[in-house]
């Protein structure tokens, strides 16, 4: 099955930023038409979305934890998406997932992130945030 792949994460003190990239697995892979989002699991608890991005439409989802510290953002020409950091929290530190819904699935991205929701994940890249 195709997946994700993500880059970029590392660590940072607490005030910090960093940012995640993710790209489709296949050009060509009605890439617009699919809601596209972050998700974060620290170690013990359950994954839960931060973000997400329509694609063709302006939809956007953000957590309240991350609201005004997150910036999610797609470029549809290069078939990517990324997740820019700012202001990090020690809470923030876990493992981050990209994720994508099957196609013709942009109206997901309006409301809380469900995982079931989402067809299509990458292995993850840690970000670790130290006080």
Not at 65 to 80: H, L, P
Not at 107 to 123: I, K, M, N, P
């Amino acid at each position: 099955q195709a997946q994700l792949v993500e880059s970029g994460g590392g660590s940072v003190q607490a005030g910090g930023s960093l940012r995640v990239s993710c790209a489709a697995p296949v050009y060509g892979w009605s890439y617009s038409s699919r809601c596209m989002a972050w998700f974060r699991q620290a170690p013990g608890k359950e994954r839960e979305g931060v973000a997400s991005m329509a694609g063709g439409e302006p939809i956007t989802y953000y957590a309240d934890s991350v609201k005004g510290r997150f910036t999610i953002s797609r470029d549809n020409a290069k078939e990517m998406v990324f997740l820019q950091m700012d202001t990090l929290k020690p809470e923030d530190t876990g493992m981050y997932y990209c994720a994508a819904t099957g196609v013709r699935n942009n109206g997901l991205c309006s409301t809380t992130l469900v995982r079931t929701d989402f067809a299509y994940w990458g292995q993850g890249t840690q970000v670790t945030v130290s006080s």
